[in-house]
């Protein structure tokens, strides 16, 4: 089977790092490519998980707001009982 080049564009801050890593583990960026490509089409899948390890926008709303209810006991109500809770709740609807 012959071979081909590939052209990939990455920060250069990150190919620098992955480099590196790359040698720390005895491989050149080429076999490591390689490693993962083989790995993706041998359990058809991307071998890793990808997603959002910041939150979203809304999210970082939520735990702002929190943050302000907790600072300011006027804004938000505490429980020490669930089943106080729930009533109150469950009273609104």
Do not use: H, W
Not at 9 to 31: H, I, N, P, V, Y
Not at 69 to 87: H, I, N, R, W
Request: with cysteine; charged share 30%.
């Amino acid at each position: 089977m012959s071979n081909v080049n590939i052209n990939i564009r990455m920060d250069s801050d990150l190919k620098k790092q992955f480099e590196a890593f790359c040698a720390d583990m005895g491989m050149t960026m080429t076999t490591a490519f390689n490693v993962f490509a083989k790995k993706v089409v041998r359990e058809y899948r991307i071998p890793f998980e990808i997603g959002a390890e910041n939150p979203n926008a809304e999210t970082i709303e939520a735990i702002k707001e929190v943050q302000q209810m907790k600072a300011d006991p006027t804004l938000g109500k505490t429980y020490s009982d669930v089943d106080q809770m729930m009533e109150e709740l469950l009273a609104d609807v």
